[in-house]
């Protein structure tokens, strides 16, 4: 069965750009997280949608947004980039909430 | 309060060692506490995960042992392999409601032949 597709693998954007990230979680799971991973701060929680409903948000500031569509499917778009928010942004799925599924993640570089 | 401390950083082990890897929380409303291995280029995968009314859990080579009154918990991979090397992480969190993973600082491993 297919796994957590992230898209794009790779990013390369300009300081005060915007991007945006997508998620396809496995089939039939509702519950999908996003977290930002460096070697500075590890693995850091950013948000969790469940059938469409944010469910939970991790600290970071208002420039870090998600959504979650019918199909389960997320997107993250992080605005007016800083040169911080590098970092590899990974996707996790799980049917229930628990046990959850990583993806590749999104290896996000600003320059 | 949300912190989980991972302990060491780094790790080498030689081939069929007993690798140990420590981490403890702080937040005693946790009841979820899975391990994950991230292998370079990529995302974590889940390994073996304990709930705190068992005090060991083993799958295959890895088993977690638990120890609710001292808040800590541990990973012990037996006859590790040079296919172990990789980065562990341990987590924490709730197991109702909306799930937020507290993570380790991760442990480097490395099995030498």
């Known amino acids: 069965k297919a796994g957590v597709t992230q898209t794009p693998r790779y990013l390369i954007k300009t300081r005060g750009q915007q991007v945006t990230l997508s998620c396809s979680p496995i089939?039939?799971?509702?519950?999908v997280s996003w977290y930002q991973q460096t070697p500075g701060q590890g693995l850091q929680f950013l948000f969790e949608?469940?059938?469409?409903?944010?469910?939970n948000k991790g600290n970071f500031p208002g420039r870090f947004s998600g959504r979650q569509f019918s199909n389960s499917r997320s997107e993250m778009n992080v605005s007016t980039l800083e040169l911080g928010d590098s970092a590899l942004y990974l996707c996790?799925?799980?049917?229930?909430?628990?046990?959850?599924?990583f993806g590749s993640g999104t290896r996000l570089t600003v320059v | 309060q949300q912190q989980v401390k991972q302990s060491p950083q780094s790790l080498i082990v030689q081939k069929g060692g007993i690798p140990i890897i420590n981490c403890a929380y702080e937040?005693?409303?946790?009841?979820?506490f899975p391990w994950y291995q991230q292998f370079p280029g990529k995302g974590p995968a889940l390994l073996i995960a304990i709930r705190p009314d068992v005090s060991e859990k083993k799958e295959g080579r890895f088993t977690i042992s638990f120890n609710k009154s001292a808040k800590q918990f541990s990973l012990h991979i037996m006859d590790s392999q040079p296919g172990d090397s990789a980065t562990y992480f341990c987590?924490?969190?709730?197991?109702?409601?909306?799930?937020?993973?507290?993570f380790g600082q991760g442990t480097r491993l490395t099995i030498n032949p």
């Open positions: 089939s039939g799971h509702r519950s």
């Open positions: 937040n005693t409303a946790f009841d979820y």
């Open positions: 949608y469940f059938s469409e409903t944010q469910r």
């Open positions: 996790a799925s799980s049917r229930t909430g628990v046990g959850y599924t």
């Open positions: 987590a924490a969190s709730l197991l109702q409601g909306a799930q937020k993973l507290v």
